[in-house]
RNA sequence: GCCCCCAUCGUCUAGCCUGGUCUAGGACACAGGCCUUUCAAGCCUGCGACACGGGUUCAAAUCCCGUUGGGGGUACCA
């Protein structure tokens, strides 16, 4: 996915066109589902693609809520099944000229040549048994491949925009297969033909691709095209040790969104993954305009870099404490929803008290998800502790002091119940009873609240509403005079 | 096995191309402190790296070679 942004952040940056195709050719693995995930995952992280799938293609492959996701295309169709007998008609034309060949070896003796090249410790690939077969030994009505004659002889040299020029020997490269036995293409003759087709002009990828990008220029080679700029990037590792995230990366996407991330955060955090602004610039947080204009691509690192939890949250409590207080709310109601403190759709009537709260837990949020925990008591009643009631280094009688000289001065407040007049009052019966602000607000706290650690004080007052502080500071008040009857 | 890629603090990185200004800069994390009604946020300080070995050079993190280490490829997968 962190490659999906660098192409998205290139072809915007450069005003060129972000097509999205779906390799579907290995039709053991496909699923419609898949699919939609990645078009979801996209959309999420606001990767808009010029062209892609269109409706008819999305129907016939099986994919859900279809009219969502098509965008369609000049040079469609975008999804690779629906473009076969093209592959097919290439992969004659290569017969045709003699650069391809038909193939029946059976999978059990390409197997049988492995295991004997590995005994005898020599590179693994086809021998080459149909290579030099007369044309019409294998009729093209029995089962077969077709595979890509590379030159015996030579260097096919990559040139790559971030690891320089890469040098093979043809010597070592297999011949290829390019039409498998089930009719479909191989992604090597898919995404040439393709590219070409698509007038694609820019190819970035991992750098996992690069001892099999002289296969594919040698099947542009064959046919007489043009090649594309190729760009290799690096891989991205998981967390503690170093395996590859394979293609679990992209399908993940929405379960960032699960976890509470914000798009434009793991946007953020993706570019950085590999690129930095660079010439002493220290910049991390950017917008995603900031970084069409400055991204990179050619500055990109060449060593593979480790996905990182911590930096990630960090990113994201940042951009979390860059948003409007309106856009927070309107992001933290489906969280809200989904713990069931606040009911599907959201009552208009709720929203002044969610407007309070939003403000209060801002800073304190690293994910979206986090807003559980930390605004539970809003929505339900949480008893405190009999020991959290007594204040540090307080006695019971203090603190039953404070809880009823706070009731009496929060009842003396005014309906609007606002931060600007429950400070002032508290502030003074700290004073008044000689105490620490900490004493009497942790007291106060852990009757309104239930907890030892809340959000600041008169602001979670306030947004409680005087009712139920009142309510809570009198229930908090018996606790303690039933503690008290009963230790006498 | 064979082929390819990569290598700066624990992690992401600046610096490398155009050797000296690098006693290697920043960020995350971690530790301590300040602020403070708790928790956060913010601010300050600390900890912490040029994988190793050879060259080239007056001078190398920077250029060259080798070693080691890590990753990838070696499919009728992408």
Not at 33 to 45: A, N, S, Y
Not at 122 to 146: F, G, N, Q
Not at 173 to 197: I, N
Not at 451 to 464: E, I
Request: hydrophobic share 40%.
């Amino acid at each position: 996915m962190r490659t999906v942004v660098f192409n998205w952040l290139f072809a915007r940056q450069h005003g060129g066109q972000f097509i999205l195709r779906i390799e579907d050719t290995d039709r053991t693995r496909y699923k419609p589902q898949t699919v939609k995930t990645i078009m979801e995952g996209m959309r999420w992280l606001g990767l808009d693609w010029d062209e892609g799938p269109s409706l008819e293609e999305l129907q016939r492959s099986g994919v859900e809520d279809a009219a969502r996701y098509a965008v369609g295309g000049a040079y469609g169709p975008y999804i690779q099944s629906e473009r076969v007998e093209l592959y097919r008609q290439v992969a004659q034309q290569l017969l045709d000229k003699g650069l391809a060949y038909r193939c029946n070896c059976t999978p059990e003796r390409l197997e049988q040549v492995r295991a004997e090249q590995r005994a005898n410790k020599l590179p693994i690939m086809y021998d080459r048994h149909c290579r030099d077969l007369p044309p019409d030994a294998i009729s093209p009505d029995e089962t077969h491949v077709i595979r890509l004659k590379i030159p015996l002889t030579g260097q096919t040299v990559v040139h790559d925009q971030i690891k320089g020029d890469v040098i093979f020997d043809n010597a070592g490269l297999d011949d290829q297969v390019l039409l498998k036995s089930d009719g479909f293409p191989t992604y090597h003759l898919a995404v040439v033909v393709d590219d070409h087709m698509m007038q694609i002009t820019h190819v970035i990828r991992g750098d996992d691709w690069i001892p099999s990008t002289p296969k594919r220029i040698l099947i542009y080679a064959a046919l007489g095209w043009e090649l594309p700029v190729y760009c290799h990037v690096p891989l991205v590792t998981m967390p503690g040790g170093k395996k590859l995230a394979k293609r679990a990366g992209a399908t993940s996407v929405t379960e960032f969104r699960a976890q509470g991330y914000l798009p434009e955060a793991l946007f953020n955090f993706l570019a950085l993954l590999g690129w930095s602004p660079g010439e002493g610039d220290e910049q991390e947080i950017f917008t995603r305009a900031e970084l069409v204009e400055r991204f990179d691509l050619f500055r990109v690192n060449k060593g593979p870099a480790a996905f990182s939890y911590d930096k990630l949250d960090w990113i994201n409590g940042v951009h979390i404490r860059n948003l409007s207080t309106d856009d927070l709310m309107e992001r933290l109601i489906p969280f809200w929803q989904q713990a069931g403190f606040v009911p599907t759709p959201c009552p208009d009537d709720l929203r002044p008290m969610l407007r309070k709260i939003v403000p209060l837990i801002q800073e304190r949020l690293k994910h979206l998800t986090d807003v559980a925990e930390l605004t539970d008591f809003f929505f339900t009643y949480l008893e405190p502790s009999a020991e959290s009631l007594i204040g540090k280094k307080m006695d019971a009688q203090q603190s039953l002091t404070v809880l009823e000289r706070a009731r009496s001065l929060l009842a003396a407040c005014s309906a609007d119940f606002t931060h600007e007049e429950i400070e002032p009052a508290l502030r003074g019966l700290v004073e008044e009873l000689g105490l620490k602000a900490g004493q009497v607000f942790g007291v106060i706290r852990a009757a309104t609240t239930g907890k030892d650690v809340s959000p600041p004080l008169f602001g979670t007052l306030s947004a409680l509403g005087q009712d139920r502080a009142l309510e809570r500071l009198d229930k908090a008040i018996w606790q303690m005079r039933n503690c008290e009857l009963i230790k006498n």
